[in-house]
C-alpha cells in the first residue's frame, strides 16, 4: 500500500504540471485571439480615416497640419502588429484625429447634409465602439493570462516553459478614453 502510495504521488503532480501547462497555453492563445480581435477593429478603423480625410479636407483645408497627423498615426498604427506602447499611442492619436476631423466636418453644413458623409461618421461610431469593446475583452484576458503566469503554483510551470506576462492595450489620458465625438446621429 505504501509503495502504492508512493508511485501515485509522483503521477499526482505530473499530472497537476500538465494541467497547469495546458492552461497556460489556453490562456495565451485566448489572449492572442482577443489581440487579433482588437486588431481587425483598429484596421478597419485605419480603412475609414483615408474617406473621413478626403471628406472634410476640400471643407478644411486650411486644416492640413490635422490631416497630416492623422496620416501619419494611421501609417504608425498599420507598421506595429503588437499591443505595443508605441501602437497604444499611435491609435490614441488616429482617435484624437478622427475626433478633429469630426469637428471640423460638423462646422460645414454641406457636409453635415451629406448622406455620404453621414454614413461614414455612423460606420466610425461603430467601429470605436467594436474596438473599446475589444481592447476591454483582449485586457481582461491578458489580466487572467498573468495572474497566471505570476501565481503559485502556475508561476513555476510558466517559468519553466517561458511564458511571460502580457502588455495590456491601454489609453494615457482621460480624453483618449473616449470615442471620437459623432454628433447628429
Known sequence: MNLLLLALVPLAI?????VLYNRLVAMRRLTENAWSDVDVYLKRRAE????????????????????????SARSE???SR?????????ESAISTGVTRAVALAEQH????????????????????????SARQYYNACVRDYNTMVESFPSNLVANGFGFKP??????????ERQAPGVSGL
Open 14 to 18: 505530473v499530472a497537476g504540471l500538465v
Open 48 to 71: 475609414l480615416v483615408p474617406n473621413l480625410v478626403e471628406a472634410v479636407k476640400g471643407a478644411a483645408a486650411y486644416e492640413r497640419g490635422t490631416f497630416e497627423r492623422l496620416a
Open 77 to 79: 498604427a498599420l507598421a
Open 82 to 90: 503588437q499591443p505595443t506602447h508605441e501602437r497604444a499611442a499611435a
Open 109 to 132: 453644413p454641406e457636409l453635415r447634409a451629406s448622406e455620404n458623409f453621414l454614413g461614414l461618421q455612423r460606420e466610425l461610431s461603430d467601429v470605436e465602439r467594436l474596438v473599446a
Open 166 to 175: 502580457k502588455e495590456f492595450f491601454e489609453v494615457e489620458t482621460i480624453g
